[in-house]
C-alpha cells in the first residue's frame, strides 16, 4: 500500500515541511506535574503484585499468581488522561516498549470504542493484541481467546482508555457482565492481569462495583467488607482542573517552554493579563490548555506580521479560530471575560442561539 502519509508531506512547500517538523516537536512535548508523580508510584505498586507469586518457594507463571490490583485514573474531558498514563507507561523500564506492536511487550493499551459492549471490547483488546479475523467473533469466543493471548503472550497490564463508551453506553445487563469480566481477568487464578482504567469522572462509581463484584460461588460482600475490598485492590486518582490563581505560574510556565521551542517570546503581562483568561478558554484543563498553545503557536508561524511575541491579540486570534466565536463570546476580547461560556462555539454574542450549520450532507442543524 502506498505511504498515505507521503502524499500529505509531499504537498508541503519547504516551508511548510519546516513548519510541520517543528509543530510535531511542540505538540510532541510533555510538561509533566506532581500529578504523574502520582500515576507513576501507582503504576510501580501495580506491576509488582502482578509479579508477587503465591508460592514463593516455586518459579512465575500460570497458576502461581497473585490476584492483580487496578489503578484508575479520571478526569474531565481535555484533562490529559491518556497522555499521562502513555507517559506513565514510556517512563517505566518494564513497560517502555508497549507502544511498540513487535517488541515482546507486557502491557497493552486499548481505546474503547463508542457504543462498547462486552463484545466490543474483547474485540478491541484482540485487535490490539494482533489478532483481527476477517469475520469479528462473538462475545464467548472473543473473550475465550482475550485470555488465552494475554497468557500466551505474557501481558500484565491492560490499559482499558475510555472507559466512559461502555458505562454511558451500555445497559443495566451489559454493565454486569462486564463487571464480572473484568474482576474475572484480575482474579483469573490462571494468569491473572492488572488494569488500568482511564475515563471520565463518573467512572469510578463503575469501577468501585468492579471491586467489590463476587467472584462464581461467593457470596455478596458486607457493606464494611465492600469498602476494604475496594481500598485493598484499586487506587483511584482523579485530575483536578487547574485553577486560579493558584495554577497561573504552571501555565505561564508551559506557554514559555513551548513558546521557546518556536523561538517565541511571551509579554511581560502573560501571567496577568493572557494567562487567566487561557485557563478560563480552555475549560480549566490541562491537556486543553497545552493543545491550545500549540494552536497559537502554529497560527503565528503561518500568519505574516504575528511578530514573536504571544501577545493577548494572538491568543484571540486562535479563539477566534479554534471556535468562529465573535468578539464578546471570546476572552480574550471580552471584557467581562469570566462570564464567557467557553463552551459554545460559532456565537457572536452570549444571548444568541446557536447559529445553524450545515452536515455533511448539505441539510442545515444546530450546533
Same mark, same amino acid.
Given at each position: 500500500m502506498a505511504d498515505p502519509f507521503a502524499r500529505v508531506l509531499g504537498s508541503f512547500d519547504e516551508a511548510g515541511r519546516m513548519r510541520h517538523v517543528l509543530m510535531e516537536e511542540v505538540r510532541g512535548r510533555y510538561l509533566d506535574l506532581d500529578r504523574d508523580d502520582v500515576v507513576a508510584e501507582h503504576l510501580a505498586w501495580v506491576l509488582g503484585m502482578t509479579a508477587m507469586r503465591i508460592d514463593p518457594t516455586r518459579p512465575h507463571g500460570p497458576g502461581n499468581r497473585a490476584e492483580c490490583r487496578s489503578v484508575v485514573v479520571v478526569g474531565a474531558s481535555g484533562a490529559g488522561k491518556s497522555r499521562l498514563i502513555r507517559r506513565a507507561f514510556a517512563c517505566n523500564t518494564a513497560l517502555d516498549d508497549f507502544a511498540d506492536q513487535e517488541a515482546p511487550r507486557i502491557a497493552i493499551s486499548v481505546q474503547l470504542p463508542s457504543p462498547c459492549t462486552l463484545q466490543t471490547m474483547g474485540q478491541a483488546i484482540l485487535a490490539e493484541l494482533g489478532y483481527e479475523p476477517e469475520r469479528a467473533p462473538g462475545e464467548a469466543v472473543a473473550w475465550t481467546r482475550v485470555r488465552k493471548l494475554l497468557e500466551r503472550r505474557g501481558i500484565l497490564v491492560v490499559h482499558l482508555d475510555e472507559m466512559h463508551n461502555a458505562t454511558e453506553t451500555a445497559n443495566v445487563l451489559e454493565l454486569a457482565k462486564i463487571r464480572k469480566t473484568m474482576k474475572a481477568l484480575m482474579a483469573n487464578?490462571?494468569? %491473572? =492481569?492488572?488494569?488500568? =482504567?482511564?475515563?471520565?469522572?463518573?467512572?469510578?462509581?463503575?469501577? /468501585?462495583?468492579?471491586? =467489590?463484584? %463476587?467472584?462464581?460461588?461467593?457470596?455478596?460482600?458486607? %457493606? =464494611?467488607?465492600?469498602?476494604?475490598?475496594?481500598?485493598?485492590?484499586? &487506587?483511584?486518582?482523579e485530575l483536578q482542573p487547574l485553577a486560579l490563581p493558584t495554577d497561573l505560574e504552571v501555565v505561564k510556565n508551559a506557554a514559555a517552554n513551548l513558546a521557546k521551542m518556536a523561538g517565541f517570546d511571551l509579554p511581560n503581562d502573560f501571567?496577568?493579563?493572557?494567562?487567566?483568561?487561557?485557563?478560563?478558554?480552555?475549560? !480549566?484543563?490541562? $491537556?486543553?490548555?497545552?493543545?491550545?498553545?500549540?494552536?497559537?503557536?502554529?497560527?503565528?508561524?503561518?500568519? /505574516?506580521?504575528?511578530?514573536?511575541?504571544?501577545?493577548? @491579540?494572538?491568543?484571540?486570534?486562535? !479563539?477566534?479560530?479554534?471556535? $468562529? +466565536? $465573535?468578539? %464578546?463570546? +471570546?476572552?480574550?476580547?471580552?471584557?467581562?471575560?469570566?462570564?464567557? @461560556?467557553?463552551?459554545?462555539?460559532? &456565537?457572536?454574542?452570549?444571548?444568541?442561539?446557536?447559529?445553524?450549520?450545515?452536515?455533511?450532507? $448539505? &441539510?442545515?442543524?444546530?450546533?
Open positions: 487464578p490462571r494468569w %491473572p =492481569v492488572a488494569l488500568i =482504567v482511564s475515563g471520565l469522572p463518573h467512572v469510578t462509581e463503575f469501577m /468501585e462495583a468492579v471491586a =467489590v463484584e %463476587p467472584l462464581p460461588g461467593q457470596e455478596p460482600m458486607t %457493606p =464494611v467488607d465492600r469498602e476494604t475490598e475496594v481500598r485493598r485492590r484499586f &487506587r483511584f486518582v501571567e496577568t493579563e493572557v494567562a487567566p483568561r487561557l485557563l478560563h478558554a480552555t475549560l !480549566y484543563q490541562y $491537556g486543553t490548555c497545552l493543545e491550545f498553545i500549540g494552536d497559537v503557536i502554529e497560527l503565528m508561524l503561518t500568519q /505574516e506580521g504575528s511578530g514573536t511575541v504571544m501577545t493577548l @491579540d494572538r491568543f484571540a486570534d486562535g !479563539y477566534a479560530k479554534r471556535t $468562529g +466565536n $465573535g468578539a %464578546p463570546m +471570546n476572552p480574550f476580547v471580552a471584557p467581562d471575560w469570566p462570564k464567557v @461560556d467557553c463552551r459554545a462555539i460559532l &456565537r457572536e454574542r452570549d444571548d444568541q442561539a446557536p447559529r445553524e450549520r450545515a452536515s455533511a450532507s $448539505g &441539510r442545515r442543524r444546530r450546533s
